[in-house]
Structure formats: C-alpha cells, structure tokens
C-alpha cells in the first residue's frame, strides 16, 4: 500500500502536519469476515509505534476466545519485559468486564455494555490510549442498548489524539455520518455457502 | 463473530471433521484499506493456533516495513523463546526475497515476482507452511509478470493443508474462481477524499 497523497486539500485551515495527525474514528463494516481481523491487524501497527492500544470486546461469551488475543496479550508482555512496542490491553465483556462489580451476577448484557461504554468514555475524557478498537461495539448499539447518537456525539467531540475503530454488521448511521474511514466488506463468496464450517485459525 | 453454522450441507461424500478442516484459498480485494491488516489479523489466529506462518509480501520497495512485519517478528522469536504460538516467517520482495541470490542486481522486478511465486510453490508442494500471506500477490499477476491461470490451477490442486490467503486490488478472475473466500474492502468512506494525509500506526 504506498504512502498515500490526497487529491484534494481543504480549506480548514490547518497545517499539512495537522491535518496528517488528525485522529481517526474508523468503521469496518458489512457481512463478511474481515471486520475484527483487520481492526487486530491494525492494532499491530499502533503496538510497533508505541501507541497505547486497548482492547473493548463486545461479545457475551467470556468463553469465546480469538488467537488475536494471545498474540495481544504476548505483544503487551514483551513491551513490558523488553519495552518493544507499546502496551497492549484486551477488555472483554463477556459476564462482565474485569474492572466490573457486576461480574457474572445478574447477566444483565445490556447493563454490561453500557458499563462498557461508560468506561470507554470516561478513558476517552482522561486520554488514557491512543487507540480504541472497540470490536463488535455494533450490536450493543443495534439492539438500543446504547444510544447510537450519543456515542456519535460523544466520539467526534473526544478529546486529544485518540483513534478508534468500530467493527460489526449495521453501523448506526448516526456513527457512520461522524467516521473518517468506513470500510465495508462485502462477501463475494464465503465458504459456509459450500456447507464448510467455521473452523479454528480462521474463524477464531 | 459466532461459530458458523452452514445453510445447507453439500452432497460431497466429505464428513463434516473433513469439510471443517478443508484449506481454504481466501482472498481480500476491493478498493479500502483492510485487505492486508486483515490477513495479518489472520495470521496472529494462526500463530496462535501452533501453525506455521509464512508472508509474502510483493512490494517492491525492501524500505516499506509495516507495523505487522515487527510484530510478527517479535510473535515469531518469542515462540522460539517459550514455544508460544506457531513459528513465523516474513519474507519482503524489495528488491529481492532474502533466499535469492538477485538481491539489488538488476532490479528487474518481474523477475524477482516470478522468483517468489516459483519459491511459494517449492514450499507448497514441500507442504512446509500451514498459512501463506501472500500479501499484494494480485499486483504481479495483473500485470502479467506471473500467469493467472496457471495460480489458480496450482492453488487449487495444492497437496494436504495448506491455507492461503491473497490480497490486493483487481484479484485476477481466475484465482477468484477457484477461491473459497472472497471478501471485498468496499470503500464508504476515506479520509484521504478530506483532504488527509496516510499517518503513521494507520497507513504502515
């Protein structure tokens, strides 16, 4: 991929070098895999920048386990141990986040993804990382747990120099209207449509 | 993402232990980011998964290193340090593969293409790698320098199980043909139509 060079400048008044640095809230939507992975892989770039990446999975099984994990949380050990890097941290909902009372007590997911996002904004307002990848965060805003032109509101006013990435089916549109970059992957084929089933290293 | 379930079940004789472990030839094309970050995202599911990981990047500058090529570096020493993940390799072109005694002669680029793809099957029918990355591999076949049919007749006659994975634009409709997997990065939304700038951490 080169380096790119925009067509166009605008008119915004800001230098070349600000505008370059201009914070991101990035979205990977659509049907087909390739949503989380690339937010991981992206991850892998701010990690080898130094960049301080959290992690925010919104998923309700704390059993469901990604090999990106065990390679984020390696990466985050060995930037403690050899200061390669930059510190890495993988939040999963699950139950109930680790920094959360409510683990495992009622199963309330709705409850616990608004925990979620609570904790998000409140890391946001202190400028805790430099990028937020907050993996299927689509759904909790989908099903109205949390309000999708609040988060919209709330992340393009964000504070500092924070990226985000965004990844599951069916943005909001509201988050879509106030994203930089918004990627659809769109299936061309998928393998399940031959009757394969998911299988580990790839689907996990 | 849940652990597929298939709509329908193929009348092909295979059991399902053997349709769930079939290789699969996967393929990211389409005009957004994504399609490398994503099959490096793929790649850290291997590593962790105990699969022997192997990239091929098809780019021509050797000073191009993206943020992944680090972290799979040091994801790669570190299982040879605690047996952690799988073994991995990142192979660049540049201007020519560390293997190849071309290195910086001539610079006849389509050569030293043809020379990784010629390396790619060596180590296929050798079945040396679980997972090849060849990143940007779309780019040498479009411009003709390697054959697409012939790609696509090897890939789809590779011997026991080896997974692939091919990215770049303009994927060459024979490889799509013969591909299990084929996600599209549409493009919604960039930053770069407002003006902006590739930045560090985002772009590489």
Redesign the interface.
């Known amino acids: ?1 080169p ?8 008119d ?1 008044g800001l230098t ?1 070098r600000q ?4 914070p ?1 809230l990035m ?4 049907e ?3 949503k ?7 991850g ?6 130094g ?1 301080n990446v959290a992690v925010f999975q919104f998923v309700k099984s704390a059993k469901w386990k ?7 949380v ?2 985050g050990k ?1 930037h403690e141990e050899t200061g ?2 930059g510190p890495v941290q993988w939040n999963k909902m699950g139950d109930g986040w680790s920094w959360s009372r409510k683990k495992g007590e009622d199963e309330d997911h709705a409850q616990v993804a608004r925990d979620g996002w609570e904790e998000i904004k409140r890391r946001m307002l202190a400028e805790e990382h ?2 937020y990848i907050l993996d ?1 965060f689509a759904y909790p805003v989908k099903w109205g747990w949390i309000d999708a032109a609040e988060v919209a509101d709330f992340l393009k006013n964000r504070p500092g120099h924070q ?1 985000v990435v965004i990844t599951g089916r069916n943005v909001a549109p509201e988050i ?1 209207e106030v ?26």
Do not use: C
């Not at 505008?19 to 201009?22: A, E």
């Not at 930089?180 to 689907?203: S, Y």
């Open positions: 991929m380096k790119g060079v925009p067509e166009t400048v605008p915004d070349t505008r370059r640095n201009r991101l979205v990977h939507t659509g087909n895999k390739g989380s992975t690339a937010a991981f892989g992206l892998l770039r701010g990690w080898n920048q960049w990604v090999g990106e994990e065990a390679a984020y390696a990466l060995l390669a890097g430099d990028l299927e990226h879509i994203a930089d970059l918004v990627t659809e992957m769109t299936k061309i084929k998928h393998p399940m449509d031959a009757g394969q089933k998911g299988q580990r290293g790839i689907e996990w």
